[in-house]
């Protein structure tokens, strides 16, 4: 192909692969995405002048291109398109922290975790944690408006994107924003990047609020007979406290925990609340009483309360597992539906509801105290009829988020995975406006084409 060579000699040595092995390496996020296509070559661009040589060269041929973090995704977003290329951020790496003004300046291949590390030399954090945290990149996590466990106080990814510089689909690069906490001049060009999942431009570095340092947290672990019961508590409780965490496990995660990494957990019980306070001094005593109240109220079966910070993060860690624990039990479709908080039980009730109907395993964890849930359907490989139900559970259960006012997704995005309904959440109209978005900054439909839209 004449074209790729011409790309291959336009950037440096080894920065252009094209070698089969390689390039089935970059075809699947971690949704494992059944529609993947095989790209033509993978660009694992060093700096944002090869982002914008590549670009540029898709722009002129036509080439759709798929932009690609750290492949953590969960619903199919950086899925490879067949005569493409998959443009890969994982070897811009920088990080750089400036404390006087509060903010991490980072290329988009650093790890969450990474950031997390370098602002705490400084005294300060970077809240927004994905339970994939030390595996995913903070390009993808401004991709999907990643959230987190700590998000119902401290919000989302968006919350915290300060500037972002973007490579537009016909290659120029824009910088948007700064280091400035307040800024309304013009339009809100970095929250309209923040979260199109690579559809709108590639971005090639984002300046991240970072905040001090949080005190301690104390943790409280509550033990009910249902997940209704837990999702009961979660509603009494953020009718007046927002924790630092309010984490929800039900009994087929829990197995599936126990049996991947054995942690003492009870496995009858038919959910778990994981709840953290770090609010200072006597009003983190006066949170965890209250959160305790609204267990015991539920029906709790059993509560345990530690002010010891490495015992707490025990039972995160726990949390934080669910994914690769469940992924261990077979093939699995990923689901992240939420609804308003008050609607939380309705939510849980209706996932139970549509995993006996299917007949399917659906363990579900949640970060309760915002009403997203993670509902996980597992399915046997290779059994067809396993994959068909497993399918149709997938389809009611965006459908039951939509009936209850919520969304279809809550931070992983639309992604391929989850597009067909997304026109039943947002609406005609909406789906006209966005795609006049979309049309506007890439008229020729080369950004991550088959995403979202």
């Not at 070559?41 to 590549?54: N, Y």
């Not at 537009?168 to 824009?174: K, R």
């Not at 849930?373 to 399915?379: A, L, R």
Request: glycine fraction near 10%; charged fraction near 20%.
């Amino acid at each position: 192909m004449e074209a790729l060579t011409e790309l291959v000699e336009s950037l440096p040595d080894g920065v252009v692969v094209t070698d089969p092995a390689t390039l089935e390496n970059y075809r699947y996020d971690w949704s494992r995405d059944t529609g993947a296509g095989t790209p033509v070559a993978v660009v694992r661009a060093e700096d944002a002048g090869q982002v914008q040589t590549a670009v540029r060269w898709a722009a002129s041929y036509g080439v759709p291109v798929v932009p690609r973090g750290a492949g953590s995704g969960l619903s199919g977003g950086a899925s490879a398109v067949d005569g493409g290329i998959v443009l890969s951020l994982e070897r811009m790496r920088a990080i750089e922290i400036d404390a006087d003004c509060q903010v991490a300046v980072v290329e988009p291949g650093a790890f969450n975790a990474e950031v997390k590390v370098a602002s705490r030399e400084h005294g300060l954090w970077y809240p927004p944690d994905p339970s994939s945290y030390e595996i995913c990149s903070i390009g993808g996590n401004v991709a999907t408006n990643a959230g987190g466990l700590c998000c119902v106080k401290y919000g989302v990814t968006t919350d915290y994107v300060l500037g972002l510089d973007v490579v537009l689909a016909d290659g120029t690069l824009v910088t948007l924003g700064g280091k400035r906490i307040k800024d309304v001049a013009g339009l809100s060009l970095v929250k309209l990047f923040v979260g199109s999942e690579g559809t709108l431009g590639i971005v090639t570095r984002a300046i991240l609020r970072l905040v001090p340092m949080p005190l301690p947290a104390a943790t409280l672990v509550a033990s009910f007979a249902s997940v209704v019961a837990a999702a009961e508590a979660v509603v009494a409780v953020r009718r007046t406290l927002r924790p630092s965490m309010m984490e929800l496990m039900d009994r087929a995660t829990i197995n599936a925990v126990e049996d991947f990494a054995p942690r003492g957990l009870d496995r009858s019980a038919g959910a778990l609340l994981v709840v953290q306070s770090d609010a200072p001094g006597d009003a983190r005593t006066a949170e965890i009483a209250t959160v305790e109240a609204a267990c015991e109220a539920a029906g709790a079966t059993e509560i345990v309360v530690t002010d010891d910070p490495e015992e707490g993060e025990l039972f995160v860690a726990a949390r934080r597992a669910a994914f690769p624990a469940v992924e261990a039990r077979g093939a699995l479709l990923l689901e992240d539906v939420g609804a308003a908080v008050p609607l939380l039980p309705d939510l849980l009730a209706a996932v139970a509801e549509i995993a006996e109907r299917h007949d399917v395993e659906i363990p579900t964890v949640a970060h309760a105290g915002d009403g997203n849930t993670h509902p996980i359907i597992v399915y046997t490989p290779g059994d067809a009829d396993s994959e068909r139900r497993a399918r149709a559970a997938f389809d009611d259960i965006l459908q039951a988020a939509i009936r209850l006012g919520g969304t279809i997704t809550g931070e992983h995005g639309v992604g391929r995975t989850k597009k067909a309904a997304l026109p039943d959440q947002l609406g005609a109209d909406v789906m006209v406006l966005t795609r006049k978005i979309k049309d506007a900054l890439d008229p020729d439909g080369i950004l991550n084409p088959g995403a979202v839209l």
